[in-house]
């Protein structure tokens, strides 16, 4: 099932294409009649992570709307937190998954967290930092035997989540902590030198007392993280990058070259917004984030139908994947003649606010005339925002018990998915409409267009062949204004297409 973006205008920024990741569902925006919000006020896009790609922060605030901004505007995925109640509920709140969280620990307080707080990553952080005559500095220096109590404890008690530690300096204790760990994360500093620290510099030399650095304090860390990969094996699978001053660009492309499946920002300061943007440029520069047009959707849908009851009543159900501080919706109709949808008397649905747990709903409207209809949802979220759904047909001049699938515009799937190396695109057109059907990468490059014509109603089926590509995540999208006056708005959906290699 589609849900339309409605607009009035759009800015096209031709590096990107704008595309609905992650959702089943694309959602439309429409203007309020009521007088709520502008969307004129919010962001022009929000980025969304890849499926199999963790991007995590260290955030600089754990308030529910500051988290809720880092997910659903900048994309991350993942987010560190310490064993504290409201920095848990926080994140859940704010709609971040519990296995994507990463929960710091120390000293003996790991008992509390691991039996409180179900999260995928328990988290040392510089468990084995020296100074650079190779002296302890600071009270948190953890033994062998210390680091296995930690890791046996978490294997014990939360079987599905991973002991994480990370280190800097002197490396040769950081290859025997690597034995008590699930995953190593090494954190390449930028800059030592401003921050008054130690000028030996993190370095990845083994062996020698004193192991003198050899890496400059720049934000370019790749030999470093080469040599962790080389040393660490699979174990080195996140990397830190310095929310002040990394060079994203080459670490996002290098985290992938070496088979990385998470990157973190981190930053003792507020994060600033034009860091912020160059981290999630490089993210979708090099297959981590989608950039997608518009700000982030209150709402990912599901399913929706509409079923024939009797000729007075119809019953409308639908789900949503996720939702973000969604207040709830107004159902709404029209007969199959008139332009403007109507809202139905006293159909209110409340919904969850935010949540990433899928969500059932249900409405029944018994004072339906015989007669063609179309069912559409209005969500309004808790900032006053407004979206429309796609609308939903219906004839309760029907039998009853039928439920229909069909949209009032333009229904749109492919199979197989994951295919190689064809696959069929399919698409459903009510009315005869002008047809544009695009496939794209990951950057927003096109790769071919399939269809550029007028298309007559019903359904068509149009083949698209990979064999000239590289295995990977790509998009098509079908764009359909109808020609024959009867439907009302053009309607923009994409999809994703996985090519299996």
Known sequence: MVFARISISYVVRAAFLFVMTLSVTALGRGGDPTGAKSSATVSEYHYEPLPGRLVGVWPDAWSVERLTELRTQYGFSGVLIVPAKHQYQAALDAGFAPENMMMQIWDNNYVYAVDSFAVGYYYIDEPVEHDCAGNPSGARLYSPGELWDRLKYIEAHRPDAKFVISGYKRCSHNRIASGYAHVMMYSGYENWNSAWLPTCYPNMGYGDDLEAGWIPGDGDQRDSW??????????????????????????????????????????????????????????????????????????????????????????????????????????????????????????????????????????????????????????????????????????????????????????????????????????????????????????????????????????????????????????????????????????????????AR
Request: net charge negative; aromatic share 12%.
């Open 226 to 499: 080469s040599d962790a990969r080389s040393v660490y094996g699979a174990k080195y699978s996140m990397a830190w990058m310095n929310g002040g001053g990394d060079e994203y660009d080459v670490l996002m492309g290098h985290a992938r070259n070496l088979g990385l499946n998470g990157v973190w920002m981190y930053n003792p300061n507020p994060i600033d917004p034009g860091r912020l943007e160059q981290f999630c440029y490089a993210a979708v520069n090099h297959g981590w984030m989608s950039r997608v047009e518009g700000p982030p959707l209150p709402v990912v849908f599901g399913d929706f139908t509409a079923m024939v009851i009797d000729r007075q009543t119809v019953r409308l159900e639908w789900q949503t994947l996720s939702e973000i501080k969604s207040y709830g919706f107004t159902i709404q109709r029209r007969q199959y003649k008139e332009k403007e949808f109507h809202d139905v008397p006293g159909a209110f649905v409340p919904a969850h606010g935010t949540t990433v747990q899928p969500h059932d709903y249900a409405f029944t409207d018994s004072a339906v005339s015989p007669s063609r209809w179309y069912y559409r949802l209005k969500l309004v979220d808790l900032d006053g925002e407004i979206l429309y759904s796609e609308a939903r047909f219906v004839n309760t001049l029907r039998p009853a018990g039928i439920t229909e699938s069909r949209s009032e515009f333009g229904s749109l799937q492919n199979y197989p998915n994951p295919f190689n190396p064809t696959t069929n695109i399919q698409f459903d057109l009510p009315s005869s409409s002008r047809v544009r059907l695009s496939v794209f990468n990951v950057l927003g490059e096109s790769i071919t267009t399939l269809v550029d014509s007028d298309l007559p109603a019903g359904r068509h089926a149009v083949r698209f062949d990979g064999s000239d590509l590289a295995g990977g995540v790509y998009f098509y999208r079908l764009q359909a204004q109808p020609i024959d006056g009867e439907q009302t708005g053009a309607i923009s959906i994409t999809r994703k297409l996985i090519l």
